[in-house]
């Protein structure tokens, strides 16, 4: 009898010692404020306390860009008043169109850092892009914007582009995410055969300085390039292949 006793005592105890579910909510908050938002949304399937604290404005108003309500006005013509910041910070990290769906814009979740994908086929300014004797149009899932533009000869092409948005501030990188192809010659004459023009396997062509992508050598035509879309991302995602790969 008295043994049984002894054990429950040890075992209110125990059980009367806190955790970190009696925490302050206050308190939680403050320290995953320093996390980045994927530990955070770990944090928060802890317990209540933590669901709570992850959820409060202060702690994802740091998470997102310090111009974020400009970058609202920007993609959403009547975004919902009283969301939380937490809410927001979810809605950019979607991928959202923008100019009617020629550009899309969302956050980076990992680091709240904006990135901007721009339609070869519609956002970008592309010579002769038209003209069905040198680029085709070609439907395929591995684009975000589902299709990209084929070149399928020419002796010189130029790709250019304007963005006229609220980035901020911070240093930003262009990638051209391309896939070259192979030509064969067929009666005396290169040409490309498309049904071997999409693949899982794509490029990224940095461009530090500069906005367009010129191919100006007239010694000989080009083609079997498809050129996906450009890419603005901040300048340290460059460094991380895992990151690139997911372009």
Same mark, same amino acid.
């Given at each position: 009898m008295g043994l049984r006793f002894s054990s429950f005592l040890s075992y209110s105890a125990a059980?009367?010692?806190?955790?970190?579910?009696?925490?302050?909510?206050?308190?939680?908050?403050?320290?995953?404020?320093?996390?980045?938002?994927?530990?955070?949304?770990?944090?928060?399937?802890?317990?209540?306390?933590?669901?709570?604290?992850?959820?409060?404005?202060?702690?994802?108003?740091?998470?997102?860009?310090?111009?974020?309500?400009?970058?609202?006005?920007?993609?959403?013509?009547?975004?919902?008043?009283?969301?939380?910041?937490?809410?927001?910070?979810?809605?950019? =990290?979607?991928?959202?169109?923008?100019?009617?769906?020629?550009?899309?814009?969302?956050?980076?979740?990992?680091?709240?850092?904006?990135?901007?994908?721009?339609?070869?086929?519609?956002?970008?300014?592309?010579?002769?892009?038209?003209?069905? /004797?040198?680029?085709?149009?070609?439907?395929?899932?591995?684009? /975000?914007?589902?299709?990209?533009?084929?070149?399928?000869?020419?002796?010189?092409?130029?790709?250019?582009?304007?963005?006229?948005?609220?980035?901020?501030?911070?240093?930003?990188?262009?990638?051209?995410?391309?896939?070259?192809?192979?030509?064969?010659?067929?009666?005396?004459?290169?040409? =490309?055969?498309?049904?071997?023009?999409?693949?899982?396997?794509?490029?990224?062509?940095?461009?530090?300085k500069s906005s367009s992508l010129t191919q100006i050598d007239c010694t000989h035509?080009?083609?079997?390039?498809?050129?996906?879309?450009?890419?603005?991302?901040?300048?340290?995602?460059?460094?991380?292949?895992?990151?690139?790969?997911?372009?």
């Amino acid at each position: 009898m008295g043994l049984r006793f002894s054990s429950f005592l040890s075992y209110s105890a125990a059980s009367s010692s806190p955790t970190l579910g009696d925490l302050p909510e206050s308190c939680v908050a403050s320290i995953i404020g320093y996390m980045d938002p994927p530990q955070i949304c770990q944090l928060a399937t802890l317990n209540r306390a933590f669901n709570a604290a992850s959820s409060a404005d202060f702690v994802w108003e740091s998470k997102l860009p310090s111009n974020y309500h400009l970058i609202l006005n920007k993609i959403f013509n009547h975004f919902p008043v009283g969301l939380g910041k937490c809410d927001i910070y979810v809605s950019l =990290c979607r991928l959202n169109d923008l100019d009617k769906g020629t550009k899309k814009v969302w956050l980076d979740r990992g680091s709240g850092k904006l990135c901007l994908a721009i339609s070869a086929n519609k956002g970008l300014s592309i010579t002769r892009v038209d003209d069905r /004797r040198y680029w085709n149009h070609i439907l395929t899932e591995e684009s /975000r914007f589902n299709t990209v533009a084929y070149l399928q000869h020419t002796w010189w092409f130029e790709v250019e582009g304007e963005v006229d948005f609220p980035f901020p501030t911070g240093t930003y990188s262009l990638f051209f995410r391309v896939h070259l192809g192979r030509a064969h010659k067929r009666f005396g004459r290169r040409v =490309c055969n498309t049904e071997h023009a999409i693949s899982l396997l794509w490029m990224e062509i940095h461009q530090p300085k500069s906005s367009s992508l010129t191919q100006i050598d007239c010694t000989h035509t080009k083609g079997g390039i498809c050129l996906d879309s450009a890419f603005i991302y901040p300048s340290e995602f460059k460094k991380s292949k895992a990151f690139l790969n997911c372009l």
